[in-house]
């Protein structure tokens, strides 16, 4: 074997430019010649004085031959990459039935059992879920017909598998289908020699066609499930970056739910239906009003699969009351939680039973509020009563050391003394304790003929009645108390879904500074939920209800694996194929009405 150099003109510029082959020399009918095994392409830049040693050892590898001498390292990974190019490209692929046996019948060859080697050992079996999901899904088909070629949809959907499998940064996935996943069997392609380029632009891709996608999928598993979106869910959640931020406008410092005051954020928004499918995404200024959010996503949602406008649910963080308004001028039904701080429980209440386990028992009572034209839950949680009263109990020794501390200074040297100063300092308190203060009574005795504190006293009222308690309001009318609240409980879909995606799917950090590229993160998770969550539901409706943590780790084990055996004429047999799998790789794999083998054998003899 031998690399040649080969001269072409370009038609249109009429520029010479080199393309690169590796070639062997054969005999023929009419003398030596050259046959091409390999097109290593126009932008093969390896140095001259190396082909070759890289030749060489190409040949070696395909042909099973032991190295006489060590290469260079970065001879070694090129030869390698290239010996699996040209035995996949040599290969014929076996026939196989259903249950993954051969369908080509026997195969007898004599073999030196001892030359058998298992090399190339990759991953396949969560890659062979998800890659399966992508195809129901017609994901694929959708992104050709935006446009994407054969190997831009190969790319994306190695980017997708790689948010679900190894959730990080598409710098990160790139390094990943590089080198730690067998996908690319799967797709038929070759992510060995994948630029990071190519991973940026695929990303970029995407998000031009945000909203097409996000549409075909939104169809797509209204008709795989049957779903029905009678009942809308929206919320908000937000991530932090990874440096400055400064060249992203959405970058901005805020409330972190993950309390990273330390790091700029950006918002992702959400729409979800009763069963827990995204709808529409859309992403904010990290420092968002989160009520200025809700028009503009729910006006430009049609709901082609119910007749009317659905209900929609909300925290108390979106429920003001200009947006209930505006809901209640588009024709919209909403159940809310209600946003007033106290909650002022009517008299002579009579709870009823909502929910009760291990962990929590929720009552609560409908009544109707003819000022507000709606119905009102009042509901009692032990498990939030608990909570809170742990939260009051922080902030309570918080307050009182405070207190002791004011009282100590009336006999320190320099320690406040003035009435007026201890007056203030102790409003001062009052203010940024205010959670726990109206709980306490507080006494400053004055000395008579002075205009200092002689001392200082304070009082607990006891405890709050109030605790564990909290309101939601729906002016739909003809709710009753258990109803009204199981769908207000689906409000944790979309929790379930923020969680998913920041602990299994790599939303948080963000390592990008630009803007476009930061959307183009927060939208390859949006579609990684999209398959996680059907691959859950799917699962759910045969009785696995395992995490996703678990599921991945379990079919982690399953690889695609080549195996190479010298036959008894010197030449070598190469076997690509995926190994038998395993109970729980079959349980997945039943459930979702898979083929038990990933992937097609493929056999070369060169």
């Not at 396949?124 to 890659?131: F, R």
């Not at 029905?228 to 959640?237: A, C, Q, R, S």
């Not at 009563?385 to 002791?404: A, C, M, N, P, Y």
């Not at 678990?550 to 047999?573: A, F, P």
Request: hydrophobic share 35%; proline share 3%.
């Amino acid at each position: 074997m031998f690399i040649r150099r080969v001269t072409h003109i370009d038609k249109k510029n009429h520029q010479e430019y080199h393309t690169y082959k590796l070639v062997e020399s054969v005999r023929s009918e009419r003398g030596p010649r050259q046959r091409t095994l390999l097109n290593l392409g126009a932008d093969f830049n390896f140095p001259e004085e190396k082909w070759k040693d890289l030749a060489n050892r190409i040949e070696e590898i395909i042909t099973g031959q032991q190295r006489l001498f060590a290469y260079p390292e970065e001879v070694e990974s090129l030869a390698h990459s290239y010996a699996r190019k040209l035995i996949r490209y040599q290969g014929e692929p076996v026939l196989e039935k259903a249950d993954g046996s051969s369908g080509e019948g026997v195969d007898y060859q004599r073999v030196d059992i001892n030359t058998l080697e298992n090399e190339y050992p990759h991953p396949v079996g969560t890659e062979y879920v998800i890659h399966e999901t992508i195809k129901e899904l017609e994901l694929d088909e959708k992104l050709g017909s935006l446009g994407f070629n054969k190997a831009a949809v190969d790319v994306t959907v190695g980017v997708i598998a790689a948010r679900l499998i190894a959730p990080s940064s598409e710098r990160a996935a790139h390094i990943w289908l590089q080198t730690r996943t067998g996908i690319d069997d799967l797709l038929e392609t070759d992510f060995s020699t994948l630029s990071q380029n190519r991973v940026y632009k695929v990303s970029d891709m995407l998000l031009r066609h945000k909203a097409e996608i996000e549409e075909h999928l939104r169809g797509k598993e209204c008709t795989l499930f049957n779903l029905e979106e009678t009942v809308i869910l929206y919320d908000l959640t937000n991530t932090f970056f990874e440096g400055s931020g400064k060249y992203n406008s959405k970058a901005h410092f805020g409330h972190s739910k993950e309390k990273r005051s330390d790091c700029p954020l950006v918002t992702l928004g959400l729409v979800v239906d009763a069963n827990g499918f995204p709808k529409k995404s859309d992403f904010f200024d990290g420092n968002i009003s989160e009520p200025a959010t809700l028009q503009g996503m729910l006006s430009s949602l049609s709901y082609p699969s119910i007749s009317g406008e659905p209900l929609i649910v909300l925290d108390a963080g979106i429920a003001t009351e200009a947006n209930l308004r505006w809901l209640k001028d588009q024709g919209y039904g909403y159940i809310v939680v209600s946003r007033r701080k106290k909650t002022e429980l009517p008299q002579g209440l009579e709870m009823v039973t909502l929910r009760e386990d291990n962990q929590r028992r929720i009552e609560g009572k409908l009544i109707n509020n003819p000022d507000t034209q709606e119905i009102e839950l009042y509901c009692h949680s032990t498990a939030k009563e608990v909570k809170e009263e742990g939260i009051k109990s922080r902030f309570e020794k918080r307050f009182e050391d405070h207190l002791k501390k004011v009282q100590a200074g009336l006999d320190k040297r320099h320690g406040i003394k003035r009435y007026e100063k201890v007056l203030e300092k102790i409003g001062r308190l009052k203010e940024r304790f205010r959670r726990v203060a109206h709980r306490y009574t507080i006494k400053i005795d004055k000395e008579e003929d002075t205009d200092r504190v002689k001392a200082i006293s304070w009082g607990y009222k006891g405890k709050n009645n109030q605790l564990g308690f909290y309101c939601l309001r729906s002016n739909q009318l003809d709710f009753k108390e258990q109803e009204l609240f199981n769908i207000f409980s689906m409000l944790t879909d979309i929790e379930d879904a923020f969680r998913s995606m920041k602990s299994d799917l790599g939303l948080r950090p963000v390592y990008h500074q630009k803007e476009y590229r930061t959307d183009g993160h927060l939208f390859i998770t949006v579609l990684a939920y999209h398959v996680l969550h059907s691959i859950r539901l799917k699962l759910k409706q045969q009785g696995i209800t395992f995490s996703w943590s678990t599921i991945r780790d379990g079919l982690s084990t399953h690889v695609r694996i080549s195996t190479t055996m010298k036959r008894d004429d010197g030449k070598v047999i190469h076997i690509r194929k995926s190994s038998r799998p395993e109970p729980f790789h079959l349980r997945i794999y039943n459930a979702l009405r898979l083929p038990p083998r990933p992937g097609r054998t493929i056999k070369t003899i060169l």
